[in-house]
């Protein structure tokens, strides 16, 4: 069984627009972005959108941190051999 994460995840991936209208329009949801999201992923709260977005971006916030400290790590040493600084 699929996680709620996951599957908030993939509906994200199936049906982006819909998913950043209901995440814009908090507290007033349209209709028919709801059936629309109903009929594309019928196992999600709409609810609970923003919540696992808002934790999906973290990830991905932190993951680009790391990936950023990396390679500047990796500019810094090899900027140091070009220099041949001791």
């Known amino acids: 069984m699929e996680s709620k994460f996951s599957s908030a995840m ?10 950043i209208r209901l995440i ?6 349209d209709p028919e972005t709801l059936e629309l999201l109903k ?6 709260e709409e609810e609970s959108f923003g919540y ?15 990936m950023a400290y990396i390679f500047f790590y990796a500019l810094r040493a090899v900027w140091e051999e070009v220099l041949f600084i001791p």
């Open 10 to 19: 993939k509906c994200f991936i199936r049906c982006p627009a819909c998913i």
């Open 24 to 29: 814009r329009n908090f507290g007033s949801c």
């Open 39 to 44: 009929e594309i992923c019928p196992e999600i």
């Open 52 to 66: 696992y977005f808002g934790l999906f971006m973290g990830v991905v916030f932190v993951v680009l941190c790391v």
